[in-house]
């Protein structure tokens, strides 16, 4: 009995305290957002999000500016992947980024469009490509209205949600998204133009969660939630091997 209450415990722990939040896009094709709803741009200046997206097809993607784990990486894929591309941000598309953080504000916001107009290279971004911030309940309906789940874990101060963006047309309807954080120009190029078949998904079916930066080797996980439940997964089988081995050398005529 003890070796039985032993193993419930390990598992409860194993399982409650290494699993991180598994958090995947709601895919929403063909759902129209709300335009309505206000921001603050890297300038301070209050928009909506439809004085942004200003008609035209947009690449949305929600995360916050000091995440410390794939955020970085969403946005390294976007930029080479828009580089590969003949239409330039802020000519036919737009690109809006919005933090889901509420206490960021335009001072990072702008840091952040600084550099990322640097990486792109193109001077038609600059008026193109926006960095907002804004209220926790604008954030939330518009993180609802796409299908894009987060959740703050203040132990860690991480936010974890999915990586990757949703694809707008130039009425600010859900075409498609695209997961992970590598993309596909001709896929992306052609949903941007309207060309491509609005879907659930646009690239492989990647699904990798943004959360728990590892501190000991300095680099980012892009697996670090399946690894956790493979080994509580291999931590919990080593003990039910465990336990059956006992119980049978414990049983009367073994």
């Known amino acids: 009995m003890r070796v039985l209450f032993l193993l419930f415990c390990l598992t409860n722990l194993v399982f409650a ?11 929403r094709p063909g759902d129209q957002l709300n335009t309505d709803l206000s921001f603050i741009d890297s300038d301070g200046e209050r928009v909506t999000l439809g004085r942004v997206l200003g008609g035209k097809p947009a690449i949305l993607v929600l995360g916050y ?9 969403v946005q390294f894929g976007l930029v080479d992947v828009l580089k590969q591309l003949e239409p330039s941000v802020g000519e036919r598309f737009q690109v809006v980024m919005v933090s889901i953080d509420p206490t960021e504000g335009p001072e990072l916001a702008r840091t ?7 990486r792109y290279g193109r001077e038609s971004a600059r008026d193109g490509w926006f960095y907002l911030t804004g209220s926790r309940g604008n954030v939330e309906e518009l993180a609802a209205s796409v299908g894009f789940p987060y959740t703050y874990d203040q132990e860690l101060d991480q936010y ?32 941007l133009l309207g060309e491509g078949e609005r879907s659930g998904s646009l ?44 119980l049978r050398k414990e049983s009367p005529g073994e």
């Open 112 to 118: 952040k469009k600084r550099g990322t107009l640097v």
């Open 65 to 73: 500016y000091h995440c410390p784990s794939l955020c970085h990486q």
């Open 160 to 191: 974890a949600h999915p990586a990757g963006f949703v694809i707008l047309d130039s009425t600010a309807t859900i075409e498609s998204y695209a997961l992970g954080i590598s993309f596909e120009p001709d896929v992306i190029e052609k949903a």
């Open 203 to 246: 690239t492989r079916q990647v699904q990798l969660l943004c959360y728990a930066y590892d501190p000991v080797s300095g680099k980012y996980s892009l697996s670090i939630v399946r690894l956790t439940r493979l080994l509580a997964f291999l931590t919990v089988l080593v003990l039910v091997i465990y336990v059956i081995s006992r």
């Open 17 to 27: 305290q290494q699993t991180p939040p598994d958090l995947k896009f709601e895919p």
